[in-house]
């Protein structure tokens, strides 16, 4: 008798090469996404820790106006390290505020961030004055 060999053709355990190419697509696509997204989250995030370090400023201007007979401080450096710490004189952005004392006027100085676009003037400038706290644009 011949012995006859049979050849088994068994199922190897592991993904296909279409189910490996579907996950990467899905992915790529969620990267994508992300991708969109973050950059703006992070703006936002910046613009909203611009202005509480204006509030906090504003807070150690009134301090320092309560020791010093009402007078504004004449800069922000006067304000180091008595009152505020090194470098929190910039803002988010890494620029740093605009302060000017304008003593006799409605306000007593000027607090303002050049905003996202680090130009001063424009659109997106943050004022201490008029900011809104509660929103972040």
Known sequence: MI???????QARPGFSLIELTAVLVILGLLMAGAAV???????????????TSMQTIKT????YRAENAGD????LAVLIPSFMEEGSDYDAFKEPFYYLPTPGS???YELRSSGPDKEMGTEDDINVWTMDVTNSD
């Open 3 to 9: 012995s006859q060999t049979r050849t088994i053709h």
């Open 37 to 51: 997204a973050v950059p703006a989250q992070i703006k936002k995030a910046r613009i909203r820790v611009t202005k």
């Open 60 to 63: 150690q201007i009134e301090s």
């Open 72 to 75: 504004a401080p004449a800069s």
């Open 106 to 108: 409605t306000r007593d």
